[in-house]
Protein backbone atom coordinates (compact mmCIF):
# COMPACT_ATOMS: atom_id res chain seq x y z
CA UNK A 1 0.00 0.00 0.00
CA UNK A 2 1.39 3.68 -1.15
CA UNK A 3 2.79 5.83 2.07
CA UNK A 4 1.86 9.16 2.17
CA UNK A 5 2.60 12.29 3.61
CA UNK A 6 -0.75 13.99 5.02
CA UNK A 7 -3.29 10.45 4.55
CA UNK A 8 -2.61 7.02 6.63
CA UNK A 9 -4.18 4.74 4.47
CA UNK A 10 -4.95 1.05 6.59
CA UNK A 11 -7.06 -1.86 5.50
CA UNK A 12 -9.30 -4.12 7.54
CA UNK A 13 -11.17 -6.94 6.66
CA UNK A 14 -11.86 -5.25 3.61
CA UNK A 15 -12.34 -1.98 4.50
CA UNK A 16 -9.88 0.57 3.90
CA UNK A 17 -9.41 3.24 6.10
CA UNK A 18 -8.41 7.12 5.36
CA UNK A 19 -7.38 8.94 7.74
CA UNK A 20 -6.88 12.73 6.58
CA UNK A 21 -3.15 12.96 8.83
CA UNK A 22 -2.48 16.55 9.67
CA UNK A 23 -4.13 17.29 13.12
CA UNK A 24 -1.66 20.35 14.16
CA UNK A 25 -3.89 22.19 11.42
CA UNK A 26 -6.94 20.55 11.84
CA UNK A 27 -6.39 18.59 8.12
CA UNK A 28 -6.90 20.63 5.81
CA UNK A 29 -7.45 19.78 2.48
CA UNK A 30 -4.06 21.57 0.83
CA UNK A 31 -3.09 20.83 -2.66
CA UNK A 32 -1.42 17.91 -1.64
CA UNK A 33 -3.78 16.32 -0.14
CA UNK A 34 -6.33 16.59 -2.39
CA UNK A 35 -3.01 15.25 -5.05
CA UNK A 36 -2.81 12.27 -2.30
CA UNK A 37 -6.38 11.32 -2.25
CA UNK A 38 -6.97 11.05 -5.57
CA UNK A 39 -4.44 8.83 -5.88
CA UNK A 40 -5.62 6.88 -3.26
CA UNK A 41 -9.05 6.89 -4.53
CA UNK A 42 -7.98 5.54 -7.64
CA UNK A 43 -5.68 2.52 -5.85
CA UNK A 44 -9.04 1.59 -4.15
CA UNK A 45 -11.52 1.40 -7.15
CA UNK A 46 -8.93 -0.49 -9.12
CA UNK A 47 -7.97 -3.37 -6.01
CA UNK A 48 -11.04 -5.85 -6.12
CA UNK A 49 -10.05 -6.92 -2.84
CA UNK A 50 -11.05 -3.72 -1.33
CA UNK A 51 -14.86 -3.21 -1.52
CA UNK A 52 -15.51 -0.04 1.14
CA UNK A 53 -13.97 3.08 2.38
CA UNK A 54 -14.14 4.53 5.73
CA UNK A 55 -13.17 8.31 5.66
CA UNK A 56 -11.82 10.31 9.31
CA UNK A 57 -9.20 12.98 10.51
CA UNK A 58 -7.02 12.68 12.95
CA UNK A 59 -7.09 14.50 15.77
CA UNK A 60 -9.76 16.74 16.98
CA UNK A 61 -11.24 18.18 13.89
CA UNK A 62 -12.55 15.84 10.59
CA UNK A 63 -11.51 18.61 7.90
CA UNK A 64 -11.16 22.02 8.72
CA UNK A 65 -11.87 22.96 4.63
CA UNK A 66 -9.26 24.39 2.60
CA UNK A 67 -5.95 25.64 2.67
CA UNK A 68 -5.74 28.76 5.25
CA UNK A 69 -2.37 29.35 4.51
CA UNK A 70 -3.44 31.04 1.09
CA UNK A 71 -6.23 32.66 2.21
CA UNK A 72 -4.94 36.52 2.36
CA UNK A 73 -3.37 36.40 -1.23
CA UNK A 74 -6.51 37.33 -3.72
CA UNK A 75 -5.82 34.53 -6.48
CA UNK A 76 -6.05 35.07 -10.34
CA UNK A 77 -8.66 33.51 -12.37
CA UNK A 78 -5.92 31.08 -13.44
CA UNK A 79 -5.11 30.56 -9.97
CA UNK A 80 -9.12 29.90 -9.30
CA UNK A 81 -9.85 27.37 -11.89
CA UNK A 82 -6.17 24.95 -11.18
CA UNK A 83 -7.26 25.01 -7.80
CA UNK A 84 -11.14 24.59 -7.99
CA UNK A 85 -10.03 22.17 -11.02
CA UNK A 86 -8.09 19.96 -8.69
CA UNK A 87 -10.50 20.16 -5.74
CA UNK A 88 -13.52 19.27 -8.23
CA UNK A 89 -11.32 16.20 -9.41
CA UNK A 90 -11.33 14.87 -5.92
CA UNK A 91 -15.14 15.50 -5.42
CA UNK A 92 -15.76 13.60 -9.04
CA UNK A 93 -13.33 10.89 -7.81
CA UNK A 94 -15.13 10.30 -4.37
CA UNK A 95 -18.68 10.33 -5.63
CA UNK A 96 -17.31 8.26 -8.42
CA UNK A 97 -15.74 5.29 -6.29
CA UNK A 98 -18.35 3.28 -7.22
CA UNK A 99 -17.94 0.94 -3.63
CA UNK A 100 -19.87 2.48 -0.98
CA UNK A 101 -18.24 5.23 1.68
CA UNK A 102 -18.69 5.95 4.88
CA UNK A 103 -17.35 9.47 6.41
CA UNK A 104 -16.43 9.08 10.34
CA UNK A 105 -16.95 12.85 11.42
CA UNK A 106 -15.01 13.01 14.28
CA UNK A 107 -14.60 16.58 14.79
CA UNK A 108 -15.29 19.68 13.13
CA UNK A 109 -16.15 19.35 8.88
CA UNK A 110 -15.74 23.02 7.82
CA UNK A 111 -16.22 24.24 4.48
CA UNK A 112 -14.97 21.96 2.08
CA UNK A 113 -14.33 19.36 4.95
CA UNK A 114 -18.58 19.68 5.45
CA UNK A 115 -18.65 19.00 1.74
CA UNK A 116 -15.97 15.88 1.65
CA UNK A 117 -18.51 14.48 4.55
CA UNK A 118 -21.71 15.00 2.25
CA UNK A 119 -20.13 13.64 -0.89
CA UNK A 120 -20.21 10.29 1.04
CA UNK A 121 -22.78 7.51 1.38
CA UNK A 122 -23.03 7.49 4.53
CA UNK A 123 -21.86 10.13 7.37
CA UNK A 124 -21.82 8.81 10.96
CA UNK A 125 -20.23 11.84 13.20
CA UNK A 126 -19.53 12.20 16.62
CA UNK A 127 -21.68 14.46 19.20
CA UNK A 128 -19.06 16.39 19.15
CA UNK A 129 -18.41 17.39 15.35
CA UNK A 130 -19.56 20.36 13.95
CA UNK A 131 -20.85 20.97 10.49
CA UNK A 132 -20.56 24.68 8.88
CA UNK A 133 -20.63 26.16 5.26
CA UNK A 134 -17.84 28.85 6.03
CA UNK A 135 -17.57 29.95 2.90
CA UNK A 136 -20.23 32.79 2.82
CA UNK A 137 -17.72 34.58 5.88
CA UNK A 138 -15.53 34.68 3.14
CA UNK A 139 -17.67 36.90 1.16
CA UNK A 140 -17.58 33.62 -1.62
CA UNK A 141 -19.93 31.31 -2.53
CA UNK A 142 -20.28 27.73 -0.83
CA UNK A 143 -18.23 25.34 -2.99
CA UNK A 144 -16.84 21.67 -3.25
CA UNK A 145 -20.46 20.34 -4.90
CA UNK A 146 -22.11 22.22 -2.05
CA UNK A 147 -24.71 23.65 -3.86
CA UNK A 148 -25.57 20.73 -5.52
CA UNK A 149 -25.59 18.57 -2.40
CA UNK A 150 -27.52 20.30 0.41
CA UNK A 151 -30.99 20.49 -1.92
CA UNK A 152 -30.82 16.88 -2.34
CA UNK A 153 -30.09 16.25 1.19
CA UNK A 154 -32.01 18.74 3.26
CA UNK A 155 -34.72 20.46 0.85
CA UNK A 156 -34.00 24.19 -0.66
CA UNK A 157 -35.06 26.13 2.41
CA UNK A 158 -32.83 24.75 4.38
CA UNK A 159 -30.06 24.86 2.07
CA UNK A 160 -30.21 28.70 1.51
CA UNK A 161 -29.97 28.87 5.53
CA UNK A 162 -26.93 27.07 5.78
CA UNK A 163 -25.34 28.86 2.52
CA UNK A 164 -26.68 32.24 2.98
CA UNK A 165 -25.99 32.26 6.99
CA UNK A 166 -22.86 30.09 7.38
CA UNK A 167 -24.63 28.84 10.29
CA UNK A 168 -22.25 26.07 12.74
CA UNK A 169 -24.82 23.07 12.93
CA UNK A 170 -24.22 20.29 15.83
CA UNK A 171 -24.42 16.60 14.98
CA UNK A 172 -27.68 16.15 16.91
CA UNK A 173 -29.26 18.87 14.48
CA UNK A 174 -27.34 17.52 11.31
CA UNK A 175 -29.29 14.13 12.03
CA UNK A 176 -32.64 15.68 12.67
CA UNK A 177 -32.43 17.84 9.45
CA UNK A 178 -31.19 14.82 7.35
CA UNK A 179 -27.88 16.80 6.68
CA UNK A 180 -26.14 13.15 8.09
CA UNK A 181 -27.04 9.71 8.50
CA UNK A 182 -26.53 9.42 12.23
CA UNK A 183 -24.86 10.78 15.64
CA UNK A 184 -23.26 8.99 17.70
CA UNK A 185 -21.25 9.14 21.19
CA UNK A 186 -17.26 9.93 20.43
CA UNK A 187 -16.39 6.22 21.58
CA UNK A 188 -18.95 4.44 19.75
CA UNK A 189 -17.80 6.37 16.27
CA UNK A 190 -15.51 4.26 14.41
CA UNK A 191 -16.62 1.19 16.36
CA UNK A 192 -20.34 2.07 14.04
CA UNK A 193 -18.27 3.21 11.29
CA UNK A 194 -15.99 -0.10 10.80
CA UNK A 195 -19.34 -2.29 11.67
CA UNK A 196 -20.70 -0.49 8.65
CA UNK A 197 -18.28 -0.53 6.49
CA UNK A 198 -17.60 -4.83 7.40
CA UNK A 199 -21.40 -5.16 6.77
CA UNK A 200 -21.39 -3.36 3.36
CA UNK A 201 -18.44 -5.13 2.14
CA UNK A 202 -20.02 -8.43 2.49
CA UNK A 203 -22.65 -7.34 0.06
CA UNK A 204 -22.97 -7.73 -3.42
CA UNK A 205 -20.88 -4.16 -4.31
CA UNK A 206 -20.38 -4.17 -7.73
CA UNK A 207 -24.83 -3.66 -7.25
CA UNK A 208 -24.23 -0.77 -4.53
CA UNK A 209 -22.01 0.44 -7.26
CA UNK A 210 -24.46 0.36 -9.79
CA UNK A 211 -26.89 1.74 -7.99
CA UNK A 212 -24.95 4.74 -6.55
CA UNK A 213 -24.18 5.61 -10.33
CA UNK A 214 -27.48 6.26 -10.84
CA UNK A 215 -28.60 7.73 -7.39
CA UNK A 216 -26.05 10.03 -7.79
CA UNK A 217 -27.43 11.21 -10.97
CA UNK A 218 -31.36 10.70 -10.07
CA UNK A 219 -32.51 14.41 -9.95
CA UNK A 220 -31.01 15.03 -12.81
CA UNK A 221 -32.23 12.06 -14.80
CA UNK A 222 -36.28 11.23 -16.09
CA UNK A 223 -37.82 8.31 -15.29
CA UNK A 224 -37.43 6.76 -19.27
CA UNK A 225 -33.58 7.60 -18.76
CA UNK A 226 -33.64 5.63 -15.12
CA UNK A 227 -35.80 2.95 -16.13
CA UNK A 228 -33.11 2.27 -19.33
CA UNK A 229 -29.88 2.42 -16.40
CA UNK A 230 -31.81 -0.25 -14.67
CA UNK A 231 -32.16 -2.69 -17.96
CA UNK A 232 -28.47 -2.24 -18.55
CA UNK A 233 -27.38 -2.78 -14.83
CA UNK A 234 -29.40 -6.09 -14.59
CA UNK A 235 -27.56 -7.16 -18.10
CA UNK A 236 -24.44 -6.87 -16.55
CA UNK A 237 -25.18 -7.54 -12.95
CA UNK A 238 -26.87 -10.99 -14.02
CA UNK A 239 -23.85 -12.06 -15.42
CA UNK A 240 -21.94 -11.35 -12.22
CA UNK A 241 -20.51 -14.27 -9.57
CA UNK A 242 -22.44 -12.25 -6.96
CA UNK A 243 -25.98 -12.79 -8.85
CA UNK A 244 -25.06 -16.44 -9.18
CA UNK A 245 -24.27 -16.56 -5.67
CA UNK A 246 -27.40 -15.16 -4.65
CA UNK A 247 -29.73 -17.45 -6.39
CA UNK A 248 -27.45 -20.20 -5.18
CA UNK A 249 -28.03 -19.31 -1.61
CA UNK A 250 -31.61 -18.41 -2.17
CA UNK A 251 -32.48 -22.36 -3.32
CA UNK A 252 -30.07 -23.84 -0.25
CA UNK A 253 -31.50 -21.39 2.00
CA UNK A 254 -28.36 -20.44 3.48
CA UNK A 255 -27.10 -16.21 3.71
CA UNK A 256 -25.09 -15.49 0.73
CA UNK A 257 -21.16 -15.03 0.00
CA UNK A 258 -20.95 -12.10 -2.19
CA UNK A 259 -17.57 -11.16 -3.42
CA UNK A 260 -17.70 -8.44 -5.63
CA UNK A 261 -17.08 -10.14 -8.47
Given at each position: ??????????????V???T?????????????????????????????????????????A?????????????????????????S??L???????E???????N????????????????????????????????????????????????????????????????????????????????????????????????????????????????????L??????????????????????????????????FQ??
Amino acid sequence: MALYQNLIVEEESNVVILTLNNPERRNPLTEETKTEMIAALKDIGNNASQRSLVITGKGKAFCAGGDLKKIGKIPTEKEIRQIMGKSQELLKSLMGLEKPVIAAVNGDAYGMGCNLALASDFVLASHQARFCEVFIKLGITPDFGALYMLPRLVGLWKSKELAYLGRVVEAKEAERIGLITRALPPHELMAEAMALAKKLAQMPTQAIGRAKRILNRAFQMTLDDVLEEEIKNQIHLTQTKDHAEGLKALMEKRKPVFQGK
